[in-house]
Protein backbone atom coordinates (compact mmCIF):
# COMPACT_ATOMS: atom_id res chain seq x y z
CA UNK A 1 0.00 0.00 0.00
CA UNK A 2 1.65 3.27 -1.00
CA UNK A 3 0.27 6.64 1.61
CA UNK A 4 0.25 10.19 -0.59
CA UNK A 5 0.69 13.55 0.86
CA UNK A 6 -2.44 15.17 0.95
CA UNK A 7 -0.71 18.10 0.05
CA UNK A 8 0.83 16.73 -3.17
CA UNK A 9 4.60 16.54 -3.98
CA UNK A 10 6.59 19.16 -2.24
CA UNK A 11 9.63 21.05 -4.26
CA UNK A 12 11.25 24.06 -4.96
CA UNK A 13 9.04 26.59 -6.34
CA UNK A 14 9.71 27.86 -9.89
CA UNK A 15 9.54 31.70 -10.31
CA UNK A 16 12.17 34.48 -10.60
CA UNK A 17 11.41 38.71 -10.10
CA UNK A 18 9.65 40.00 -12.47
CA UNK A 19 11.12 42.54 -14.61
CA UNK A 20 11.80 46.20 -13.26
CA UNK A 21 10.12 49.09 -15.20
CA UNK A 22 11.19 52.30 -14.76
CA UNK A 23 8.59 54.42 -15.94
CA UNK A 24 9.38 57.16 -18.10
CA UNK A 25 10.21 60.78 -16.18
CA UNK A 26 6.71 62.32 -17.03
CA UNK A 27 4.83 59.59 -15.12
CA UNK A 28 2.45 60.81 -12.65
CA UNK A 29 1.02 58.23 -10.00
CA UNK A 30 -2.15 58.83 -7.98
CA UNK A 31 -3.07 56.40 -4.41
CA UNK A 32 -6.91 55.42 -5.14
CA UNK A 33 -7.72 55.45 -1.35
CA UNK A 34 -10.46 52.93 -0.77
CA UNK A 35 -11.73 54.68 2.84
CA UNK A 36 -10.69 51.56 4.99
CA UNK A 37 -8.65 52.33 8.09
CA UNK A 38 -5.34 53.06 7.68
CA UNK A 39 -5.71 52.73 3.46
CA UNK A 40 -4.77 56.42 2.77
CA UNK A 41 -1.94 56.64 5.06
CA UNK A 42 -0.80 52.91 3.51
CA UNK A 43 -0.67 54.16 0.11
CA UNK A 44 0.61 57.18 0.65
CA UNK A 45 3.85 55.71 2.11
CA UNK A 46 4.01 53.34 -0.82
CA UNK A 47 3.29 55.40 -3.32
CA UNK A 48 6.20 58.29 -2.44
CA UNK A 49 8.51 55.41 -2.11
CA UNK A 50 7.73 54.32 -5.46
CA UNK A 51 8.32 57.93 -6.74
CA UNK A 52 11.79 57.53 -5.02
CA UNK A 53 12.72 54.95 -6.69
CA UNK A 54 11.36 55.33 -10.24
CA UNK A 55 11.36 58.87 -11.21
CA UNK A 56 7.52 58.88 -11.27
CA UNK A 57 5.48 62.21 -9.97
CA UNK A 58 3.48 61.78 -7.06
CA UNK A 59 0.23 63.13 -7.55
CA UNK A 60 -1.64 62.64 -4.26
CA UNK A 61 -4.26 60.46 -3.06
CA UNK A 62 -7.80 60.27 -4.23
CA UNK A 63 -11.13 58.79 -2.26
CA UNK A 64 -13.58 57.08 -3.64
CA UNK A 65 -16.81 56.84 -2.05
CA UNK A 66 -16.67 53.26 -0.49
CA UNK A 67 -14.85 50.50 -0.46
CA UNK A 68 -17.61 48.04 -1.52
CA UNK A 69 -18.62 49.90 -4.75
CA UNK A 70 -16.59 50.62 -8.05
CA UNK A 71 -14.86 53.99 -8.54
CA UNK A 72 -17.60 56.92 -9.78
CA UNK A 73 -17.31 57.97 -12.77
CA UNK A 74 -16.22 61.07 -12.30
CA UNK A 75 -13.54 60.06 -10.26
CA UNK A 76 -12.17 57.85 -12.46
CA UNK A 77 -12.07 60.41 -15.53
CA UNK A 78 -10.01 62.43 -12.70
CA UNK A 79 -7.52 59.63 -12.72
CA UNK A 80 -7.28 58.80 -16.06
CA UNK A 81 -6.97 63.11 -16.86
CA UNK A 82 -4.10 63.29 -14.66
CA UNK A 83 -1.89 60.25 -14.09
CA UNK A 84 -1.29 57.39 -15.98
CA UNK A 85 -0.52 55.24 -12.67
CA UNK A 86 -2.58 54.54 -10.41
CA UNK A 87 -2.00 52.52 -6.73
CA UNK A 88 -4.88 50.51 -4.63
CA UNK A 89 -5.78 48.11 -2.81
CA UNK A 90 -7.67 46.18 -0.87
CA UNK A 91 -7.55 43.89 2.56
CA UNK A 92 -9.35 43.00 5.59
Known amino acids: MKIYAPEGTV ?7 APFVRPISDSGLIGLD ?13 GKRFCQRTGAR ?3 IRAKGSAATP ?12 GNLALTGTAD
Open 71 to 82: VERALLRELVGE
Open 11 to 17: GLPVHGL
Open 34 to 46: NGKPGAALLLEAT
Open 58 to 60: WLG
